[in-house]
């Protein structure tokens, strides 16, 4: 199970190592009896203590009835594996069946926490949108616009690789409001019921919908946007441009969804004490088909003057210049970040639209809070997990989008940092150039011309370059360059990233 609860099987070894260890000296120092009962006592703390850093991220406190059932239900497992007294085949098939019952109970009552937490927070953005309404000025805040569509359907996790994994779902909306909550709230307009924790939300009336998104964009420490296409986003972003406000806004890129390939580290952002009763992910429910929304959003855009990225499976985060161009862009990436409120801080204070803050506590308080980074590939390496292939599969995914967006000198830079750190072999930078063919063609499949420049441009970098080179399949490459069909045809183009197949 190590692989599944940590992630790597390298991982897993190393904590049940230290956790022998510990218990030997335990024994050692206080005796067999004594040292069952303080590893009760530390699990007991350890368990209050994750259930106070959930409750701190998630901006609810926990209530009385919330941390006796986790206090109980940690102590029924622990007494139950630990000190109780039977033959230990009895103790590993009941402590389970005592303690799921009272985790469930536990985790039905913290999230009724975070729903309470989630109505005082809605309440307070319709008091403030009701001041900006009337014309006063009101504490900083930032406003958050998007399709309504995409409520609940932006996932900030890769589904697990083993199908005996339960897949959980959380939402991109749910983590940026979790990073900037402590800072000012992060006001939305739409309804109330679609999301347990998100955005704090403003209900207005059909009729004045408008009105409280202009008067909102003005006062706004800044606009999150994401501008996928509907009749209402589109005149959000269609008003901003008139305004000359798109300088404060911050576009984002959603994460296409994936598969966790084998051997990287999944990250698992908690959203319940206990791992006992799920919130499950369905596809039919929490994935939108992000190509076509994509290229329409580009099309519809460019008629406003603006010229957006193409997308990439990475995501983006990035902002327009005056002139319609972008100006500034970094990679998404939350599915591989250990820190992501940590990085999306970080993130929008290198795009200029806040200065840098302090960022949110460390989980469980143990780790001192990061320094800001001094480069981009400092920052995608700092919030990315400390095993070497998921920081090689998560540079690679940044080196697929910075090709992607035309800048193909910090994407060689990420591909020679990425096969440096998978050595030998560089496993998922290799399976990219590989790929890059079936990239291309997959590109102009769906007709994604400037994506498939892009490609081709860093494709003539790789071939010119003697490391690289050995990787790629240099007739299908020269092929593609060329301007002719890749020999193996085209790849599916929802799977064929190879973030989803490596």
Known sequence: ?????????????LFATGAVVWFLLLVRTFGWDLAFRVNVVLYILLELRKLRWMAHQSGTRAGAFTI??????????AWSMLVWDVRWWIRWLLAPCLAAPLYSMANASYRADVRRAQQLRDAHAARLTERVLAGERVEPFILYLRPFVTANRLPAVAQPQDHTEVQVHLDLETLFARAFRATMPV???????????????????DDKWREAVQALSRQAEFITMVPLPSQGTMWELEWVKQ??????????MPETPYQTPRGVVPVRHADRPFDSGVWLSNAALHEIDLTTAWLEAERATRGLGLEFPPLASVGALYTIAPTGTVKGIIPLGLTTSRLPLHYLHASVARLGLLPAPAAPTSPLGLLPTP???????????KFTTYDARTRDFALTRAADGFAAWGDVTVAMTLIHRALEIGRPGGRFVTYFIEQLPHLIDQRVATGDARAASNYRVLAR?????????????????????????SSTGLTNTRNSSFTATA
């Open 187 to 205: 006001i939305a307009l739409g309804p109330v019921g679609d999301m347990m924790e998100r955005t704090a939300r403003s209900v207005v009336s």
């Open 243 to 252: 305004q000359d406000l798109v300088g404060k806004v911050l576009f984002v």
């Open 461 to 485: 970098l790789v071939l010119a370059d003697s490391e690289l080179a050995k990787w790629a399949s240099i007739g299908e490459l020269s092929r593609r360059l060329a301007g002719g069909p």
């Open 1 to 13: 199970m190590a692989s599944n609860v940590y992630g790597n099987w390298r991982v897993g070894c």
């Open 371 to 381: 320094a800001a980074p001094t480069s981009l590939i400092e920052a995608l390496e």
């Open 68 to 77: 006796v059932t986790a206090l109980v239900a940690a102590l029924v497992f």
